[in-house]
Structures are given as structure tokens and as C-alpha cells.
């Protein structure tokens, strides 16, 4: 099975306890909006009953509380489900809960990310393959629908799947059954399907870029999930589950300072929870301290891109101008890596380098400059 395709075991439902914040009195005067949120969360032990949780997921926002009814909802059809949401959002653990508090959650689980396939073998990794059908056919093969069968399969990034292919997916949906590659009969199957993409596939209908009849298949009940910084009512409780998740990990025992914690209210967090994530995991591994502070809680470069992101409307820029300013963000925010922030960016990557090019943000090579010569000529 290919490294980008998961069987996944469904998690069991549970709670997260809600302890270990250093526990103090002042609200900064920057947080006097966010005053509710502090005061609610001196005191989160008492709070246990108003915290749903649902699968690996847990919040007491009103914008999680619609994702999980929604959940509810899904879980008692078979209607197919379109999650869309921003990257790190969590949109595979939505599907997860779907399928493990449905019927089928004795079967298999499966997804696959539709983007870290070439479009050459995705067909067959979706719909298996008869031996010889292809160079390197050397053995029949089954393919994730059929290794799905009586389950459900979870199509991530369904935006980036090549057209052509979309038709034979569009057939899938349409006679419930599939044609392995190479092969001329049809197998018949029955798999849930719950699809995601951090893309706008209405406007990508409207480019021609992605199949009409295809998407209203898809996105029976489209479910559309909150960025972080629409439930920051949460952040308190998923920083408190990833501490205590880190520190159970190395064996420590640690706790978030109020610094901290309005370090957490205050950043913007566009890698939304998954970020989050990273950060608290971060500080746990760099902190020698059993109460960890503002300055080990989020890097110091992200903190400082921030603070130049929200000056950039001091005065009046250009197009051009903020697009360079977060594209400069972006790429702090990632460390680096050109895969991340072109995700970010809903760009590819060698978009992301001309851009970068443009803007002075790196030195062009003698290839690139053929290239362009090249293309100019064209």
C-alpha cells in the first residue's frame, strides 16, 4: 500500500482532563475583549460537564459544538460528506468520528491523500489493477475502495484529483461499483465516502477545473470547520490536552503561565490546531522550567512576523506590497519549507519560487534566467 494512503484504527471516545494552569489574576489590558475566556478558564476543573468531546476531538466553542452535531447527524446516514476547512483544521479526525459512530465502524477506515499521488498511479491505487496491466504490473492488486468495502474511505484533498479522473470517480458514485485497471468487468461495492479539501471547489467548478456533476455527489452535506481563531474559547483546553499529552511522553511535569496563555489567545494561529500543537510540543522539549513562559511558547521569529503582519495597515500598501509582506510570514511561520507554505498560500510551489524571485526574497539562478529567457522567446 502506498506511504501516502492510511488504514486507520478508530479511536475510542473520550475526555480530557483539564489541569496544570498556572493560576493568577490579571488580564492584560490588551486582553480585556478576551476577559471571559481567562476568567471561564482559572477555573476549568469545575467546567468538566460543559466540554463535549467527540472521537480525538474536544472543545466547548459554538462552532465545534455545530461540527460535532453535525458528526451526529452524518453518523446515522450514509449520505456522502464534504469536509472543507483550512490545513490543520482537522478534517481526517472529523471523518474518523463520522465512521467510528456509524454502522461501519467494525469495518475499515481508510484514506488516502489525493495530492501525494501521481496522477498516473492514482487509479490504481484507488481501484486496483489486473497483473500486466501496466509496466510493472507484476501481480493483481486490489485497491483501496475494494480493500474499503463495507466500510468507509476518506478522499483528502479531493480538489487536486486530476480531471480526467474525476469522471471515473463521478461512475463510482453513480453505479457503486469499480473497474480495476486493465480489467472489463465491474465489482460491485459498498463503501461510505467522505471527501476534504482546503480548497474552494465551487470556484474550481467555475474555472472548469473540477467537475459540476461531481461535486454536488460529493457534497451532499458539506460541512464547513472552523479555523482556530474562530473558537478561541478552545485553545485553553486543546493547549492543556497537548501539554499533558507531551509531558506523559518525557515524563514531566509542567504548566502554562498566563503569559503563555495570552500568547496563545493573542497569535493568530494559521496552521490552526495543528500548530498548536506543534507549539506546546515545542515548549515542552525546550522548556527548563516546570512552568512554562511566554518567551518558550511560540518562536520568537513568529512572534516578531506577527507583530509586523498586524502593522502592515499602519499605512495604506499596495497589492503587491502585502502579498510580499505574507508571503514573508508564511515562510517564517513554516521554517523554511516551500511544501508548507505553498499549501498556506494555495499555491504551488514553483508559483511560491517565482514570487519570491519578484519580491527579492531570494537570487534568482543562471537557469531560472535561461528559463525566462527562454520562455519570453516563446
Known amino acids: ?41 482559572k477555573t476549568l476543573e469545575s467546567q468538566l460537564d460543559d466540554i463535549r468531546s467527540m472521537g480525538k476531538m474536544s472543545g466547548r466553542s459554538a462552532r465545534i459544538r455545530e461540527v460535532f452535531d453535525l458528526i451526529e447527524k452524518m453518523a446515522r446516514s450514509s449520505c456522502n460528506v464534504l469536509l472543507m476547512g483550512e490545513s490543520g483544521t482537522g478534517k481526517e479526525m472529523v471523518a474518523v468520528a463520522i465512521h467510528e459512530k456509524s454502522d461501519r465502524h467494525d469495518k475499515r477506515f481508510v484514506a488516502i491523500n489525493c495530492s501525494a499521488i501521481p496522477a498516473s498511479l492514482l487509479e490504481s491505487e484507488l481501484f486496483g489493477h489486473k497483473r500486466g496491466a501496466f509496466t510493472g504490473a507484476s501481480e493483481s492488486r486490489k485497491g483501496l475502495f475494494e ?3 463495507g466500510g468507509t474511505i ?5 480538489g487536486d ?7 471515473k470517480l463521478l461512475r463510482v458514485l453513480q453505479e457503486r461499483e469499480i473497474t480495476p485497471v486493465g480489467e472489463n468487468r465491474a465489482k460491485p461495492i459498498d463503501v461510505r465516502i467522505i471527501s476534504a479539501t482546503h480548497k474552494d471547489l465551487a470556484q474550481l467548478v467555475q474555472a472548469d477545473q473540477f467537475r459540476q456533476d461531481l461535486y454536488y455527489r460529493l457534497a451532499v452535506v458539506p460541512i ?47 496552521g490552526n490546531v495543528r500548530e498548536l500543537e506543534n507549539s506546546i510540543e515545542r515548549a515542552v522539549a525546550l522548556s527548563d522550567h516546570d512552568v512554562i513562559g511566554e518567551s518558550e511558547i511560540l518562536d520568537a521569529q513568529i512572534i516578531e512576523n506577527q507583530k509586523a503582519t498586524v502593522g502592515v495597515f499602519a499605512k495604506l500598501l499596495t497589492l503587491e506590497e502585502i502579498e510580499k509582506c505574507y508571503i514573508q510570514y508564511v515562510l517564517a511561520h513554516t521554517r523554511g519549507q516551500k511544501d508548507r507554505a505553498s499549501k498556506i498560500l494555495g499555491i504551488n510551489r514553483k508559483t ?22 527562454t520562455e519570453a522567446k516563446v
Not at 161 to 167: G, N, T
Not at 365 to 372: A, S
Request: charged fraction near 30%.
Open 1 to 41: 500500500m502506498n506511504s501516502q494512503t492510511r488504514v486507520l484504527e478508530t479511536p475510542k471516545n473520550q475526555k480530557y482532563p483539564v489541569s496544570g494552569f498556572a493560576k493568577t489574576t490579571l488580564v492584560p489590558q490588551a486582553l480585556v475583549p478576551l476577559r471571559p475566556f481567562l476568567e471561564r478558564h
Open 147 to 149: 480493500e474499503a468495502n
Open 154 to 158: 476518506f478522499l483528502d484533498e479531493i
Open 161 to 167: 484529483m486530476p480531471f480526467e479522473l474525476q469522471a
Open 224 to 270: 464547513q470547520l472552523p479555523k482556530l481563531s474562530e473558537r478561541k474559547e478552545d485553545i485553553p483546553l486543546l493547549a492543556q490536552h497537548f501539554l499533558q499529552k507531551y509531558c506523559k511522553e518525557t515524563g514531566q511535569e509542567k504548566k502554562l503561565s498566563e503569559a503563555a496563555l495570552t500568547r496563545l489567545l493573542e497569535h493568530s494561529w494559521p
Open 352 to 373: 511560491l519560487y517565482r514570487k519570491e524571485i519578484v519580491y527579492g526574497l531570494v537570487e534568482p539562478t543562471l537557469e531560472d534566467e535561461v528559463l525566462e529567457e
